[in-house]
């Protein structure tokens, strides 16, 4: 179901339910402007709030002793307690962070009601922090859930690590037609726990339908050595927000029904699902410490984040 009169111009290249190399590649071009000094993409997503960019991590290099001047906080206490004489830490700092994505490709992630899928639209979100991440010579990995197998691109570095997740989130929403998730997002989280580097920076792309009040219990122990965002992929028709006024057939892999649009009983129910399902989304992120942004699949993602798109070919 599509409603045209108010939906806005397509990204380019994108005709809003498969994916391209070229609608991806895009995103290269755009990357600059969240570069230093400028604002991060994530005070875009989270409106007028600027939130501090990333810090780079500190590594571990040497123990000597304490010298006048050091820094009290990093005295090695077990060090000075053995050898009686005050030693302190030195650390080096982490030039190269991993940027590691998990980008939900399920069944509930495809499904539009106006301009993209949610699913495309995440592949848009994730191109993006890719590009982003190698301009910032960091690396560049992921876990692609499409609710039947995983795809996994291990951290690379400069344009090949880019490159190498575009064409992996193309052959995933490409090769997942199947209406049926087999596999439980749980699985995603748990692969991921074991190929992401310590210290990386972790974005979750998803409309978390899949996501299990039993997988904080692994979130937070990703969240103690890495930090974590999520970014939730969202349609105005899941909050029962429509001009339509017909009759829809709708479908997951649990129940099919018939929904009229024109009776405010159905949009309210959609809209009572929503709140129900925030309500989850927002306890689990707060309870974790994780930020939470959203992203609609009903505007182009540039103008979602204070831009204009550029035309390229």
Request: hydrophobic share 35%; with cysteine.
């Amino acid at each position: 179901m599509t409603e045209t009169s108010t939906t806005p111009a397509l990204p380019s290249h994108s005709d809003g339910v498969n994916l391209c190399l070229a609608e991806l590649l895009q995103y290269k071009n755009q990357s600059v402007r969240w570069l230093p000094p400028a604002q991060s993409v994530w005070s875009q997503l989270n409106g007028q709030h600027l939130s501090r960019k990333k810090g780079r991590g500190m590594n571990f290099s040497e123990v000597r002793p304490y010298q006048p001047g050091d820094d009290i906080r990093a005295i090695d206490w077990r060090v000075t307690a053995r050898t009686g004489k005050t030693h302190t830490k030195l650390f080096t700092e982490e030039r190269e962070q991993p940027v590691m994505l998990l980008v939900d490709l399920s069944s509930s992630m495809k499904f539009g009601s106006q301009l993209l899928l949610k699913s495309v639209q995440a592949a848009h979100f994730a191109s993006l922090l890719s590009w982003l991440a190698i301009s910032e010579q960091d690396r560049v990995g992921a876990i692609i859930y499409t609710g039947r197998e995983l795809f996994e691109c291990k951290p690379t570095g400069r344009q090949r690590g880019a490159l190498r997740l575009i064409n992996a989130l193309i052959d995933a929403h490409q090769g997942n037609s199947e209406s049926n998730d087999t596999q439980p997002f749980s699985s995603a989280i748990k692969h991921l726990h074991h190929l992401c580097p310590k210290g990386s920076e972790i974005v979750v792309i998803s409309d978390f339908y899949q996501l299990m009040e039993t997988d904080k219990r692994r979130l937070s122990q990703l969240r103690q050595h890495n930090r974590i965002q999520f970014v939730q992929i969202h349609d105005p028709l899941e909050q029962g927000q429509t001009t339509f006024k017909g009759t829809e057939h709708v479908a997951d892999s649990h129940q099919s029904v018939w929904l009229d649009f024109s009776a405010r009983k159905t949009r309210e129910k959609l809209s009572q699902q929503y709140q129900g399902h925030q309500e989850f989304i927002r306890d689990m992120a707060m309870g974790l410490a994780i930020p939470l942004h959203q992203i609609s699949a009903a505007m182009p993602l540039i103008r979602q984040l204070g831009g204009k798109e550029k035309q390229y070919g």
